[in-house]
């Protein structure tokens, strides 16, 4: 058989340049780099001595002995009211010196709802506050006890602005956050509530029909000013008398009806606008009832929130002018108050 | 003499080549105190994504692992992950969007709210599926309100018959304004929303323990139901809503209690034959 090849001629030149080269790529491997081993230690970048990594998400930071969430929030958020944002997305606890903090730059899960289920904000209605308990009037103690459960369980107590703003799936909101509202306007808002909601700093909303105004135990315009100069109270209508908005009454035609319900609509945002320079956006409905035409003369009044007393925590999805509100009881004890408190629902798994 | 001499140049290189040493790479750092806190942490949530993973919490474990790689950038393991995640969270979204669309059309809104919630714990910026949900709840809150308007006018009427007056008694707020109570549920519960009452019912007890009267009342619109559900032959259901009369009630029912075990046995005999195959 003959070969492929032809046999290779062994001249002294040619073997003279072989060994030449492969001197040549010998001396080269030698001195050659070797090439980076794979990337598996993290990526440290301590420009301010405690970053760790960040992108467009997140920030990745180890405390220091002086940090706090609200710190953080203040220097990577721009808001220490963002505090939340820290504490929530690190398992609720406080920041330890030397700890790993993932802060979220943006939060992408404005709803709240999880694999387990969804948040709920419960709002909370009071009506009247006095020494003699009874269904709907909640002693000093008993509002004390139940602001202070709140302020020592890390409820976030919100105004009911904020509420508005997440069920349009606008903003974000705490984990267990609550909203407090009372009725009607009695004049131990001023002189029982507001004292105890001033000391732990918690806002509130008061819902007013404005023919109460004038009464002995309703509040004055003074007071309420006074009230809504604390920042901490806002004060919205709840109708002009206080009737039910779903009862036509005996013998009054379709169109009395409907000028009737235009009045308990326009006229105590058109009082709170003109007596107490304030713009209303929430409506809480007499005694919780409202029905279509209720809520067209809301939406035409500009109103973005009707509010009932249908009990139970309101999800990202609530329909705005039907929200829950739940009566907080003066005969009832801290337990009931408690079992009130629904922040969040679990759902049925994945 | 040439050819040998010849060689001597070719012999010195290869002897140079042979000796010559790859240069040393500068010994790495000795990493710090960060450094150390970032492995631990990456290591940390690679563990919390695994641990999502493995539930199906896919959203969860895509959050963990973007994190594991701004951590540790290079790690292909947590990239590959990552991008597993992120095509699971594509599948589920699209599935559960088309059951939930489905069961939207038909008319089953509790398992439409449930496909849609599964949907934005994925991809919470989903706006169909937050549609179907806000309308899903803006029908519910007006059947309540409507069969709230219903009971405000029988009980106006009532107060017109006995006061013999013409119109209801202008209001300031009053004890009325706790009725709302459950009798909305109720209806809800008894028009076939089921799970949708059986919350309300459980938000009610747990808001109201010791309203004893409730509970009893409540508990028997779920016991007679599941009797209901017995009788169509419906026993898995059946015997979901006995015990969950049980639960409502807050008290020992015996009957409900036998009800509820001759139900399970029956269902266990049902299955027996079918494990055996």
């Known amino acids: 058989m003959k070969p492929m090849l032809p046999p290779l001629k062994r001249s002294p030149v040619s073997a003279l340049v072989a060994f030449t080269w492969i001197a040549i790529a010998l001396l080269v491997h030698g001195c050659a780099t070797p090439p980076k081993a794979p990337e598996t230690e993290p990526v440290v970048r301590a420009d301010d001595g405690r970053l760790l990594a960040r992108d467009d998400e997140y920030a990745i930071v180890v405390a220091r002995s002086d940090d706090s969430a609200q710190s953080l929030a203040q220097q990577y958020l721009g808001d220490r009211r963002k505090s939340w944002w820290i504490t929530d997305g690190n398992g609720g606890a406080e920041i330890r010196p030397g700890q790993v903090v993932v802060i979220p730059l943006v939060l992408r899960n404005r709803i709240g709802v999880y694999s387990d289920g969804f948040q709920t904000i419960p709002v909370l209605c009071y009506h009247r506050f006095g020494s003699r308990a009874s269904k709907l009037t909640v002693t000093p ?123 308990e609509v326009d006229t105590p945002v058109d009082v709170i606008r003109d007596r107490l320079a304030l713009a209303s956006y929430a409506y809480a409905y007499p005694y919780g009832d409202v029905n279509e035409l209720a809520v067209d003369y809301l939406s035409r009044k500009g109103l973005s929130l009707g509010l009932t007393v249908t009990p139970g925590g309101n999800g990202f999805f609530a329909y705005q002018y039907m929200l829950r509100r739940t009566m907080i009881f003066g005969n009832e004890d801290l337990e009931a108050f408690k079992a009130k408190l629904q922040t969040f629902v679990r759902t049925a798994g994945r | 003499m040439i050819r040998a001499f010849g060689w001597l140049p070719l ?89 939930g669309l489905t069961a939207s059309r038909n008319g089953e809104t509790e398992r439409a709210t449930q496909a849609m919630l599964r949907v934005l714990a994925l991809d919470p910026e989903n706006a169909e599926a937050a549609k179907v949900l806000r309308e899903i709840d803006r029908q519910r809150a007006a059947r309540i309100q409507a069969s709230q308007a219903q009971r405000a006018a029988r009980e106006s009427q009532a107060s017109v018959a006995n006061a013999g007056r013409a119109a209801p008694a202008p209001a300031a707020a009053s004890e009325a304004s706790e009725s709302y109570d459950i009798e909305q549920p109720i209806e809800m519960f008894k028009a076939g929303d089921i799970n949708g009452g059986l919350r309300d019912f459980r938000a009610f007890v747990d808001a109201n323990p010791r309203n004893d009267a409730a509970r009893q009342r409540i508990a028997s619109v779920v016991y007679d139901r599941g009797i209901e559900s017995e009788q169509k032959g419906a026993h898995e259901q059946a015997l979901m809503l006995i015990e969950q009369a049980v639960s409502l009630r807050g008290k020992p029912v015996p009957e409900w209690t036998a009800r509820a075990q001759a139900i399970r046995k029956a269902l266990a005999e049902a299955r027996a034959p079918q494990d055996k195959r």
Request: with cysteine.
């Open chain 1, 141 to 263: 103690a008993a509002f004390t006890e139940q602001m202070d459960y709140l302020a020592r369980n890390g409820y976030h107590v919100l105004a009911l602005k904020e509420l508005g703003a997440f069920i349009a799936g606008r903003e974000a909101l705490p984990k267990k956050s609550v909203i407090i509202t009372i009725d009607d306007g009695y004049r131990a808002t001023y002189d029982i509530a507001f004292p105890i909601l001033r000391k732990f700093g918690f806002p509130a909303t008061v819902f007013l029909y404005t023919d109460f105004v004038g009464a002995g135990d309703a509040l004055t315009y003074s007071q309420m000013k006074e009230l809504i100069a604390s920042g901490l109270v806002d004060i919205q209508p709840h109708s002009k008398t206080h009737s039910n908005l779903t009862l036509k009454l005996p013998d009054e035609t379709d169109a009395k009806y409907r000028e009737r319900l235009r009045r």
């Open chain 2, 11 to 99: 012999c010195g290189l290869l002897v140079l080549a042979a000796c010559a040493e790859a240069p040393v790479q500068p010994a790495p750092a000795p990493r710090s105190a960060a450094a150390d806190a970032a492995a631990a942490a990456a290591a940390e949530h690679r563990q919390l994504a695994r641990r999502h993973a493995q539930v199906g919490d896919y959203a969860s474990a895509a959050r963990e692992w973007h994190i594991v790689l701004l951590l540790v950038p290079r790690d292909d393991e947590a990239r590959k992950e990552y991008d597993a995640a992120r095509a699971a969270i594509r599948e589920r979204v699209r599935e559960n969007l088309q059951a």
